[in-house]
């Protein structure tokens, strides 16, 4: 371990912890999993196929329900995550302690430039680690990447299924009313696009389990004029729906 004046420098790569996720005797989940972070759009799905919760992941204030279907005649696990980028990491931790193996992720995202369309599909290569979860995981860095089995394999698929995209860098960041001016023209200037609060921790741990994982994105509210706008972002039940779909189907091609 090594050790600093900061404590989230001090990297342990001992993967023994003294608390880990339950493990089932056999595994509960199937292997390909989506994580959305779009419930509305999770819950019209349910109701139109009539889906049953298979699990749950646990907390003190909420449970949230893991959902089986099927997709190309293979099974495929929906479930909501945790939010923030702790919350992220526990959600990956106890889906693959559960089974799950191969991961896509849909969320939305901040805007940090213009002319981002609402509702664009983004494809983030690489997350700044403006956050504290991934320090846990990997060793100090500024930046995080995509693995790059389960990027190449995403551009197949959404080249495949005529998804229009955009890749790019995005900013992870725990502190939502901290994003500052000139802390935004900084990020800008080293390729981020977008700001969201899981990215960086979904791919360090994903790297430190060697999990393949993919995230994408839906360009949502804007912060790259003087004021925040948040142009509906919540409110695009068809675009929430659509990314989550194309979600679904890029399962086939991890």
């Given at each position: 371990?090594?050790?600093?004046?900061?404590?989230?420098?001090?990297?342990?790569?001992?993967?023994?912890?003294?608390?880990?996720?339950?493990?089932?005797?056999?595994?509960?989940?199937?292997?390909?999993?989506?994580?959305?972070?779009?419930?509305?759009?999770?819950?019209?799905l349910v109701r139109e196929q009539n889906l049953s919760p298979i699990a749950h992941l646990h907390?003190?204030?909420?449970?949230?329900?893991?959902?089986?279907?099927?997709?190309?005649?293979?099974?495929?696990?929906?479930?909501?995550?945790?939010?923030?980028?702790?919350?992220?990491?526990?959600?990956?931790e106890e889906l693959h302690a559960l089974g799950a193996e191969k991961f896509v992720v849909c969320?939305?995202?901040?805007?940090?430039?213009?002319?981002?369309?609402?509702?664009?599909?983004?494809?983030?290569?690489?997350?700044?680690?403006?956050?504290?979860?991934?320090?846990?995981?990997?060793?100090?860095?500024?930046?995080?990447?995509?693995?790059?089995?389960?990027?190449?394999?995403?551009?197949?698929?959404?080249?495949?299924?005529?998804?229009?995209?955009?890749?790019?860098?995005?900013?992870?960041?725990?502190?939502?009313?901290?994003?500052?001016?000139?802390?935004?023209?900084?990020?800008?200037?080293?390729?981020?696009?977008?700001?969201?609060?899981?990215?960086?921790?979904?791919?360090?741990?994903?790297?430190?389990?060697?999990?393949?994982?993919?995230?994408?994105?839906?360009?949502?509210?804007?912060?790259?004029?003087?004021?925040?706008?948040?142009?509906?972002?919540?409110?695009?039940?068809?675009?929430?729906?659509?990314?989550?779909?194309?979600?679904?189907?890029?399962?086939?091609?991890?």
């Amino acid at each position: 371990m090594k050790h600093s004046s900061f404590p989230i420098l001090e990297f342990d790569p001992d993967c023994r912890a003294k608390l880990c996720p339950e493990q089932p005797d056999a595994p509960l989940l199937p292997e390909k999993c989506v994580i959305t972070f779009f419930r509305e759009a999770l819950e019209e799905l349910v109701r139109e196929q009539n889906l049953s919760p298979i699990a749950h992941l646990h907390s003190e204030i909420v449970d949230l329900p893991i959902y089986r279907l099927e997709r190309r005649g293979k099974p495929v696990c929906v479930a909501l995550p945790f939010a923030t980028s702790p919350g992220a990491v526990c959600t990956l931790e106890e889906l693959h302690a559960l089974g799950a193996e191969k991961f896509v992720v849909c969320g939305g995202a901040g805007c940090l430039v213009p002319d981002l369309k609402l509702g664009r599909v983004i494809l983030p290569a690489s997350a700044v680690r403006d956050q504290g979860a991934s320090y846990h995981y990997l060793e100090p860095s500024r930046e995080v990447k995509c693995s790059p089995a389960a990027l190449a394999a995403a551009k197949r698929g959404l080249a495949e299924l005529a998804v229009p995209y955009l890749e790019c860098k995005t900013w992870t960041t725990d502190a939502l009313y901290r994003e500052a001016e000139d802390k935004i023209a900084r990020r800008v200037q080293e390729g981020c696009l977008t700001v969201e609060m899981e990215c960086a921790g979904f791919f360090a741990v994903s790297q430190f389990y060697s999990l393949p994982l993919v995230q994408l994105l839906y360009a949502g509210d804007d912060l790259s004029a003087e004021t925040w706008d948040s142009r509906d972002w919540d409110k695009q039940r068809s675009a929430r729906r659509n990314i989550l779909e194309t979600a679904i189907e890029l399962t086939t091609f991890l």
